[in-house]
């Protein structure tokens, strides 16, 4: 029998999960990884192996069923007993999005976190709940195994206070109104990561670019700015937000448009970003091989705010030692990362074209002043690692 860690992040409709052994290995050893999918209704058990095969699927469910959280998890445990018999799931740790201010790090999960937790959902209101229901669920399924709380948003708590402040009344700030910053599992991740790949990098900007995509200015290994600030809608256009947009907006469609709240947020999450500029898909593969100008120009536009942030985050550090892409277009994506990098020749990067197709890990010639990297991120494993240091 060895020990496994249960890995989850808990969605609207799906839930997603991996087991890694619980080792001494600096990179957890992933054993499997999995979700359901259609929580709402039709779900779909898919599970692969370390490797990336499948190797189980099931989508027997009667027809429109719906699942909670608690049946999912259920079903995730019953598979892991059946066919996964030889490990021992000795923890959970959880992706949860926002810590707030006082979650700086991974934390055991106990009933007093979950009422913080529970504060915080309004912060977050499209995932954080979900977090929560998944470790309420577990509590009730397997009341004895312990559980870890993973934020994205303690990896930029080490930010400096004029990074986290609107310019807004001190009262709303003393509050907690003001910029967090997401995406930290994946950040953290790729700054544990990249002393393998560029020892001598001390300033680095990060780009997270996915379905949902930021930035974040990285030294020495610590987050100093990031581009998603109070929500994860600010920053980069995305495959279904805004991004940044002068709040002005908001409230002339409010003013003059007759939107209300629901619908507001509906569009600022939901309707605009890639799908909304484009009017033919939120996934930047179809938008690349599409003949329908606003396609073209949805791309540009995701483009171009890449640029204009990787200015910004260099300003804030001074200089740049090394860009890293990663994420789902980061890190398949040759042609967006050719497009941006032919535009940063200024800050001294030189783009390795068949580097580049391949994928990296590095794509700029050997004599770019600034290298530009490709490093997969891995939250799963991430969140892993934080499970068993705080288990220990
Ligand atoms: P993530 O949220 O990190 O899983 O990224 C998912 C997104 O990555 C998808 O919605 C696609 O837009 C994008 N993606 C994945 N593969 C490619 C690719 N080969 N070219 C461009 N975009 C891709």
């Known amino acids: 029998m060895s020990q496994g860690i249960l890995v989850i992040n808990a969605g609207s409709s799906s839930i997603k999960f991996a087991v890694f ?7 957890p050893e992933l054993r499997v990884k999995g979700q359901i999918e259609g929580l709402a209704g039709d779900p779909a058990f898919q599970v692969k192996n370390s490797e990336g095969h499948t190797i189980d699927r099931h989508n027997g469910w009667p027809h429109g069923v719906a699942l909670s959280h608690a049946d999912a998890l259920r079903f995730i445990l019953g598979w892991l007993r059946e066919n996964m018999g030889q490990t021992e799931i000795v923890a959970a740790g959880h992706r949860v999005v926002h810590g707030g201010l006082v979650y700086d790090q991974a934390v055991r999960i106990d009933a007093k976190v979950i009422a913080d937790l529970d504060q915080l959902a309004p912060l977050a209101p499209l995932h954080q709940p979900h977090n929560l229901a998944a470790i309420r669920a577990l509590a009730e399924i397997a009341p004895d195994l312990p559980q870890v709380a993973c934020f994205d948003t303690a990896f930029h ?4 206070r004029v990074a986290q402040l609107f310019a807004l009344p001190r009262k709303l700030l003393d509050s907690g109104v003001r910029r967090y910053g ?40 610590r987050s100093v700015e990031s581009t998603m600030g109070f929500t994860t809608v600010d920053g980069l256009p995305m495959g279904t937000r805004t991004g940044g947009m002068d709040p002005g907006v908001v409230l002339y469609l409010m003013q003059d448009r007759g939107y209300d709240v629901k619908a507001i947020e509906k569009l600022l999450y939901k309707e605009s970003g890639l799908i909304g500029l484009s009017g033919v898909s939120n996934d930047m593969r179809d ?19 890449v640029l204009k942030y990787t200015g910004a985050l260099t300003a804030v550090l001074g200089g740049l030692d090394a860009l890293v892409f990663t994420a789902g277009i980061g890190e398949n994506s040759p042609q967006i990362r050719e497009r941006v990098c032919s535009k940063l020749e200024w800050l001294g990067i030189r783009l390795d074209e068949a580097a580049n197709a391949q994928g990296g890990p590095l794509i700029s010639t050997a004599d770019s002043a600034v290298p530009a990297w490709v490093i997969p991120t891995n939250e799963e494993s991430m969140i892993a690692l934080h499970t068993r240091r705080v288990l220990r």
Do not use: T, W
Not at 21 to 27: A, K, L
Not at 287 to 305: G, I, K, M, Q, T
């Open 21 to 27: 052994g619980n080792g001494d290995h600096s990179e």
């Open 157 to 160: 708590r080490s930010q400096p």
């Open 182 to 221: 997401f995406h930290g599992l994946s950040y953290e991740y790729i700054a544990h990561k990249l002393p393998e790949y560029a020892p001598n990098a001390k300033r680095v900007v990060v780009a997270h670019l996915g379905s949902g995509a930021s930035m974040c200015a990285i030294r020495d290994g």
């Open 287 to 305: 938008l690349l091989c599409s003949d329908d100008p606003h396609a073209a120009e949805a791309v540009d536009v995701f483009v171009y705010h």
